[in-house]
Nanobody, 113 residues
Framework: QVQYAESGGGLVQPGGSLRLSCAAS????????MTWHRQPPGQAREWVAT???????FYTDSVRGRFTISRDDDTGTLWLQMDSLKPEDTAVYYC???????WGQGTQVTVSS
């Protein structure tokens, strides 16, 4: 059974940082293409970042240079380091194996002064 448990969200001021974690289980994490998505309030869910098993990373334009995706294949953990946060980064953040039909509960990130 595929499961994702996201954590690390919270309220942060503009310019601040947060580190999101995702504990994933139920599939071969080390072989999986892992992604972060987010859903801003009142908007559709959108892709944020992807990390391939070999280490290649890709980011949506709005977060490139500010967010960093990383992973630990031994523990099945995915992270998203978010720096220089902006109010428009406010969203519920989700991790997922690419193209999986399963989603976790997500973790809320609110960027506000």
């Amino acid at each position: 059974q595929v499961q994702y448990a996201e954590s690390g969200g919270g309220l942060v001021q503009p310019g601040g940082s947060l580190r999101l974690s995702c504990a994933a289980s139920g599939f071969s994490f080390g072989e999986a293409i892992m992604t972060w998505h987010r859903q801003p309030p009142g908007q559709a869910r959108e892709w944020v970042a992807t990390m391939f098993p070999g280490g290649a990373t890709f980011y949506t334009d709005s977060v490139r240079g500010r967010f960093t995706i990383s992973r630990d294949d031994d523990t099945g953990t995915l992270w998203l380091q978010m720096d220089s946060l902006k109010p428009e980064d406010t969203a519920v953040y989700y991790c997922q194996e690419a193209n999986s039909p399963t989603w976790g509960q997500g973790t809320q990130v609110t960027v506000s002064s």
